[in-house]
């Protein structure tokens, strides 16, 4: 119409244009907000589908949508319900993912401070909590309790202390430990001719440490022994080879094979 009135020209070529792009943003301005709707009802409030984005999204082409800064705070609520239900459940790595998602979409949401306060209290309990947990998996290490059934053994108490701390050195260090420890039974029991229970030891082992080099050395040993030929014909096969050698460091519990290995052995008299 405004083109038949006025006869066209460049000006009217810039306002349809102009009312061209008005309609196409918010017809897409339309389609986010159903979009973040149907997330923000599925639960998924993070990542650059997730609800809390899109409303974002929605309010950077258009400030002053109420719509969206509604469903933004209807976010915000529920990423704070979310993170008090993780410190409740005393799972810190939700619960921080939650608060730090809070921050972003909300710096200001009024929830924030009092679950940093929640948060650093849940730290410093857990920081006990930890040292607990790594001072009873060394004991449990100098007691000979490596594995088996139970939580008070050294595998419970380092892994406890994983799930409180996943990079913490100590508590992978003493992991390693109970991966030697396991290794040196196998040993043990290869000595004492249990390949079966020597296997599954390795195996144990395997899984907590996999590039030992102790561990390595067992495994070529316990397939050399399975390779082994009968004892009637075990003078012409090659010797097994020795298992490695006893590291000073180890504490005295662990070293029964290692105590046979260094005794001398008595022979037959007549």
């Not at 907000?33 to 258009?62: E, F, I, S, T």
């Not at 609520?77 to 993170?83: E, H, I, K, N, R």
Request: glycine share 8%; net charge neutral.
């Amino acid at each position: 119409m405004a083109r038949e009135l006025l006869g066209g020209g460049s000006d009217i070529d810039r306002l349809d244009r102009a009312i061209s792009g008005a309609r196409a943003r918010q017809v897409q301005t339309v389609d986010l907000v159903d979009q973040a709707r149907l997330a923000l009802a599925a639960g998924k409030l993070d990542g650059p589908d997730g609800a809390g984005a899109l409303y974002q999204r929605v309010l950077r082409a258009d400030p002053n949508n109420a719509v969206a800064a509604h469903g933004l705070d209807q976010v915000g609520y529920a990423l704070a319900v979310q993170a008090r239900k993780a410190l409740d459940a005393k799972d810190a790595a939700t619960a921080d993912a939650s608060i730090e998602q809070l921050a972003a979409l909300q710096p200001n949401n009024g929830a924030l401070p009092s679950l940093r306060a929640l948060q650093a209290q849940a730290r410093k309990q857990d920081s006990g909590v930890l040292e607990a947990a790594l001072k009873a998996g060394q004991d449990a290490l100098r007691a000979g309790r490596i594995t088996g059934s139970g939580d008070d053994t050294a595998l419970a108490h380092f892994q406890a202390a994983l799930k409180l701390d996943p990079d913490n050195a100590q508590a992978r260090a003493g992991l390693g430990d109970v991966a030697e420890a396991l290794t040196v039974q196998a040993n043990a029991a290869l000595d004492a001719g249990d390949t079966a229970q020597a296997a599954a030891l390795l195996a144990q082992a395997a899984a907590l440490a996999p590039k030992s080099a102790d561990l390595a050395a067992a495994h070529a040993r316990l397939e050399h022994t399975a390779a082994a030929p009968s004892p009637a014909g075990a003078a012409n096969g090659p010797a097994a080879p020795a298992p490695p050698p006893c590291r000073r460091s180890r504490p005295p519990q662990w070293n029964g094979w290692c105590s046979a290995r260094r005794s001398p052995r008595r022979t037959a008299t007549s």
